[in-house]
C-alpha cells in the first residue's frame, strides 16, 4: 500500500469477527455486525498544539484497536478495505495478556 495519512489520522485494516456464536451456532454473512476491532496499518505524523509544536499519536502500526461502531471513513485501496480515521475515533488499544505480564 502506498498511502500516507496526514495530520492525525490512523489507516485500520478491520478484523474480521468470529463466524461462530459462542455456543456453536454458525452465523450468516447477512446477519454479521462489522467488527470494531483493527489493525492500525499507517499512521500521520501528529497532530499541532496551539504553539504550533508536532504532538505524536499514541498509537502506531502493528497495533490492535478498538473503534466506533460508525468510526472512520471507509477507503479501498489495491483491492483491500480500510477505514481511515482521527486518532480520536479510537477507543482503545487491545493488548496481548503475554506482553502485559512482561510490561509488569
Not at 478491520?14 to 455486525?33: H, L, N, Q, V
Not at 470494531?36 to 500521520?44: K, N, T
Request: proline residues 5%; glycine residues 10%.
Amino acid at each position: 500500500m502506498k498511502f500516507r495519512p496526514l495530520h492525525d489520522r490512523v489507516v485500520v485494516k478491520r478484523i474480521d469477527a468470529e463466524t461462530k456464536s459462542a455456543g456453536g451456532i454458525i452465523i450468516p454473512d447477512s446477519a454479521k455486525e462489522k467488527p470494531s476491532q483493527g489493525e492500525v496499518v499507517a499512521v500521520g505524523p501528529g497532530s499541532r498544539d496551539e504553539a504550533g509544536k508536532l504532538v505524536p499519536l499514541d498509537v502506531k502500526a502493528g497495533d490492535r484497536v478498538l473503534f466506533g461502531k460508525w468510526s472512520g471513513t471507509e477507503v479501498k485501496l489495491d483491492g483491500v478495505e480500510y477505514l481511515i480515521m482521527k486518532e480520536s475515533d479510537i477507543l482503545g488499544v487491545v493488548e496481548d495478556a503475554s506482553s502485559a505480564k512482561k510490561a509488569a
